[in-house]
């Protein structure tokens, strides 16, 4: 165990030493291949000059061929074995943030590659990032934005995100003209420094960047309220960049700006942040709108969600209006709608594809930040890059406790000192602002490698010293701590009996606040655009009970995944169930009996043929245990002993008498409207929560494919098979008393409550809670 | 005038200690209590049922009660008034007062009691002190009542899942042949504990004067 820590790192070390080998090789290559080329033909040519005949080549050599997606390969590659290497090694992803491992590993490969003497491929170049890096990371975030919280403070986040960054592009760029502007006695680089290009690179490294923002704030876990503010404004401040950027580079070569480009910038906010919206919630209305028809088409369903996602993207990135906002409008839109559509595959497919793809992204990102932090080009120069940090820190201080101070007076639950804090420290820079300092033009603006110096110089410090030390200051600080409380159902319903309860006071003081136009909204929600974009009868489902079916689905499955069938699906561990809760009426009767006198045989043979085929770890034990006849198991080993066999059957026996009795699958009446969830085999499958009334339960099981455990989505409701019982029956989610179950080893049990309670965890498609698993379970 | 307003002034601000609203807040709430009783001095439930913004609202009923429940008015009385004064309705719109800055956190701590003992009593209507089963399930009936056309049995097992999950958090060992009563106060404290109402239980209560509609700034 302790070697394997040290085989890590000598994995990793061997990795970057061949990442570093291999890249320049394949940059070297092609003069390679032609120089190979030029000798085979120098030989034919001696052997027979007349002949222009080569011999035929068995095994050659065509880097030049591959070169470009085996080198994207490679380096994808690369970013995913490191982030397996850190997670080998435990102590070390505790203390430091990955985002910082991965820029030390870029620099390293960096450092290969110039030792190497090879030419750095230009990987942070600005298309291959805008388009390809960040979009998957966008929307990752976008899809997966907790709606509610967001919307609650989408003021606050609106001020730190416009304002704050408005605040921190010309104090920092004012600032930084003006303190290059002294020395006059001394000229230096720094007096060639003009206002504008001064205030556009304020404009740059005033952003607060997503990228960073999550890989750092992923790591600490502080609460959603903080989590929302930072991470909102990292997100909304993109329009604010856009048109900043935009703005000074195109007047930095004029060298003034009038108050009509000032007027006219601040319509063009407007335009890219609304625009941007805009152009994504049309998107994601589209998509909405097309999963709505894909129940035959389950397969292609995340497709649709990726690629119009990326067309939202790319289409407001042609209108030159903010990529980041559109993105996040599309899959915030979609997402309620999308999810009330496609099946559970498709919902599971889409959710770790984007992880996916935005954790390989990330670890992209971070290490072609070091790799071209390597590559340069630099021009260091004290003052500027010192200043620089300095005046960023402070200027981000300023602004946050001068906006607080602003926004806590229209804030119901205002912001303390410690959550102004962690916000202000929060304030990470990233690549983004690399990115956007790669673009500038060399001949409008000479200094730029200092620029980028600077930049780098900032992310640096932001990252390293700023991403290692928040964790320890938020534990230092006491700062709250995102819960990690699963959703439960009553927590659910008390939150819709808040929001009307709110919604109804607000009516009865008679001003129309917060509560009074999100249930307006909801409620134009639920009457017009629900019906146009959910297929079916989800429709009309309320959010309630929509939560509770997809409980139920998560009970469902995670029963079947336990493997036992027998263990109880309700939330907790305990012994309670149904009976504790329903008023008695009459006395219980003996387990046994019941059983036996009501369900007859052939019933008997069906239930347990029906369980043998789907539960598969329960198949092994199902077999032959049939008290009157003795089946030959043709799956289990060792036939010859019969004896022991008899004597675990006579055990089974009565486990399965008393699953008989709670483990039923009630019937599925195929118009049953409410239920009908094409969610599980890509069938439609129609479950009911109804009783049957009569006491003999019919079972109806599709016996989908028996490899897919998540076939068995009826087991979620377990009646009691009595006769007696006349009133209606709740849910019976008792296990078996005694021994439950027949195989549940102790061990597992835990892990499988903590498996269910985080399946619980998730909410319905349309509540606003994210689901914050993480990447690696 | 000036014997008048410091005498409606001293009215209200043994009011405003009762409640801790604010002696704008108390007057807009005034005006709004006379508006809506039609300039008398009580109200009555059907003034409130003559709101029309609250005919769409599922719960309506149980929130027009909660104004007339004698429980809320932290009195350590029972039944119901038929018809109420200012100071009832002032104190029953006290329990939407959020936390300010100030507010210690022993003081969030006894407010997030007083809202979660509102919530309890307006389950909890027979006033046995413990919310039943049947009480809970018609809890999700009136909740889903506006949601068009679902089943009885569906708002039965959620509540009845609901319930099952009050019970399993709180009293994990129990025997089969127990009976588990209702949903105690501490136990619905319990499992709403991650709630945080002391933050979501709120609404704006204005300190300037607004008869008009005006469309609230977001909490935010």
Redesign the interface.
């Known amino acids: 165990r302790a070697s394997l820590p040290e085989r890590g790192l000598l994995l990793l070390m061997v990795l970057v030493f061949l990442e570093g080998s291999v890249l320049p090789l394949g940059a070297a290559s092609s003069p390679d291949v032609t120089h190979q080329a030029n000798s085979d033909n120098h030989i034919v040519k001696e052997a027979g000059h007349n002949f222009t005949k080569k011999p035929f080549p068995v095994l050659s050599l065509d880097y030049h061929h591959i070169q470009a997606p085996f080198e994207i390969s490679l380096w994808v590659l690369l970013a995913s074995l490191m982030k397996l290497g850190f997670h080998l090694i435990p102590r070390l992803s505790g203390i430091v943030p990955e985002s910082c491992l991965l820029i030390v590993v870029g620099l390293l490969v960096g450092g290969l590659i110039k030792l190497a003497g090879e030419q750095v491929p230009p990987v942070l170049d600005s298309r291959l990032f805008f388009l390809c890096l960040l979009p998957p990371i966008i929307l990752d975030a976008g899809y997966f934005l907790p709606i509610r919280p967001f ?7 609106l001020m730190f995100a416009v304002v704050g960054t408005l605040w921190n592009a010309f104090f920092v760029g004012g600032l930084l003209y003006a303190v290059c502007q002294i020395q006059p006695g001394n000229p230096s680089i720094l007096h060639q420094l003009e206002l504008l290009p001064c205030l556009l690179f304020g404009s740059i490294i005033s952003a607060v960047d997503p990228v960073a923002v999550l890989a750092v704030f992923e790591e600490i876990h502080i609460n959603e309220l903080l989590h929302i503010l930072v991470f909102g404004e990292s997100l909304l401040n993109d329009a604010v960049t856009v048109v900043l950027y935009h703005l000074f580079e195109e007047y930095a070569g004029v060298g003034s700006v009038t108050v009509m480009d000032v007027f006219l910038g601040i319509i063009s906010f407007l335009v890219v942040a609304v625009g941007g919206v805009l152009v994504g919630a049309i998107y994601g209305i589209l998509a909405a709108f097309t999963s709505r028809f894909t129940s035959h088409t389950r397969v292609i369903e995340p497709l649709f969600v990726f690629v119009y996602s990326y067309m939202a993207y790319l289409s407001a990135e042609m209108f030159h209006l903010s990529g980041i906002m559109s993105l996040i409008a599309c899959g915030a839109v979609m997402r309620p709608y999308v999810e009330a559509n496609i099946s559970h595959k498709s919902h599971t497919t889409i959710k770790y594809f984007l992880k996916m793809w935005s954790s390989v992204s990330e670890t992209l990102i971070f290490i072609f930040l070091g790799v071209a932090t390597v590559e340069g080009p630099h021009n260091w120069n004290w003052t500027f890059v010192t200043v620089t940090v300095i005046l960023c820190l402070v200027a981000r201080v300023i602004g946050v406790v001068g906006l607080t101070y602003v ?2 007076k ?5 912001l ?1 000192t410690k959550d102004q804090f962690i916000v202000a420290y929060g304030g990470l820079r990233g690549a983004i602002a690399f990115s956007l300092g790669f673009l500038l033009n060399k001949d409008h603006f000479p200094l730029r490698d200092m620029f980028l110096t600077a930049i780098i110089t900032v992310i640096f410090f932001t990252v390293f010293v700023q991403g290692m030390t928040i964790k320890p200051l938020v534990e230092l600080l006491a700062v709250k701590k995102k ?1 990690e ?1 699963k959703r ?4 659910e ?6 929001d ?18 999100k ?1 307006k909204l909801n ?1 134009f929600n ?1 009457k017009y655009v629900k019906k146009c974009l959910i297929a079916g009868e989800r429709s ?1 489902e ?1 959010q ?2 929509a939560f ?1 079916h997809k ?1 139920e689905m998560k009970q469902a499955i995670e029963l079947v995944e336990s493997g036992g069938g027998v263990k109880l699906p ?15 009426k009459l006395p ?1 009767a003996k387990p046994a009996e019941r059983a036996l006198s009501n369900l007859p045989k052939g019933r008997e043979e069906e239930i347990r043929k029906i369980l043998r085929s789907n539960l598969q770890r329960t198949r092994q034990r199902l077999r032959s245990y049939n008290r009157h006849t003795l089946l030959a198991d043709p799956y289990e080993d060792g036939l010859g002993d019969l004896l022991i066999k008899k004597q675990k059957m006579i055990e089974l026996e009565r486990k399965i008498k008393d699953m008989n009795n709670y483990l039923t699958v009630p019937a599925a009446p195929p118009d049953s409207p ?1 239920m009908c969830r094409a969610r599980l085999a890509s069938d439609p499958q129609a479950y009911s ?3 049957e009334p009569d006491s003999v339960p019919t079972i109806q099981v599709d016996l989908a494919s028996p490899q897919s455990p998540d076939s068995v989505n009826l087991m979620d409701e377990f009646r009691r098979a009595e006769q007696q019982h006349e009133e ?1 029956q ?2 019976m ?2 296990p078996p ?1 005694g021994e439950s179950g027949p195989k549940k080893p102790g061990e597992e049990d835990g892990s499988r409550e903590h498996k269910l309670m985080r399946c619980l965890s998730d909410p319905g498609p349309s509540a606003d809670e994210d689901e914050d698993e993480p990447f690696l379970p | 005038m000036g014997a008048s307003q410091t005498r409606s002034e001293h009215k209200y601000q043994d009011l405003a200690d009762k409640t801790g609203f604010s002696l704008e807040q108390i007057t807009n709430l005034h005006k709004r209590f006379q508006q809506l009783s039609g300039n008398e001095d009580t109200l009555s439930r059907q003034n409130l049922d003559n709101i029309p913004a609250l005919a769409n609202n599922p719960i309506r009923n149980q929130i027009i009660e909660a104004f007339f429940d004698k429980r809320n008015q932290h009195q350590d009385e029972v039944g119901s008034f038929n018809e109420i004064g200012f100071e009832q309705f002032l104190m029953v719109m006290s329990h939407f007062r959020p936390p300010t800055l100030k507010t210690t956190e022993e003081e969030k701590e006894a407010l997030r009691k007083e809202k979660l003992r509102f919530l309890f009593n307006m389950h909890d209507t027979d006033n046995d002190g413990t919310i039943t089963l049947v009480e809970y399930r018609k809890v999700v009936e009136e909740l889903l009542s506006k949601s068009g056309a679902i089943e009885q049995e569906t708002a039965k097992a959620i509540a009845d899942a609901a319930m099952l999950e009050v019970a399993s958090t709180n009293v994990p060992d129990m025997a089969p042949d127990d009976f588990y009563e209702g949903i105690t106060f501490e136990h619905f404290e319990q499992i709403l504990k991650g709630l945080e109402m002391e933050s979501r239980m709120h609404i704006r209560f204005l300190d300037v004067d607004t008869t008009t509609m005006r469309c609230g700034k977001s909490t935010s």
Not at chain 1, 151 to 157: D, H, K, R, V
Not at chain 1, 500 to 517: N, P, S, V
Request: with cysteine.
């Open positions: 919307m609650e403070n989408l003021g606050t986040i926004i806590n229209f804030r119901i639950v205002k303390t819960q409380a439960s159902i009553n927590e319903i008390h939150t819709q009996f808040l009307h309860l709110l919604t109804g006071i607000e009516d009865i003081c008679g001003h129309y606040g917060h509560h009074h136009w249930d409620r639920k009309k309320p309630l009970i509770y409980m309700s939330a907790m561990p305990s012994a309670v169930s149904m009976q504790n809760i329903q008023p008695k219980p409410t929560m109804k009783p209606d709740g849910l989610m008792k008393s």
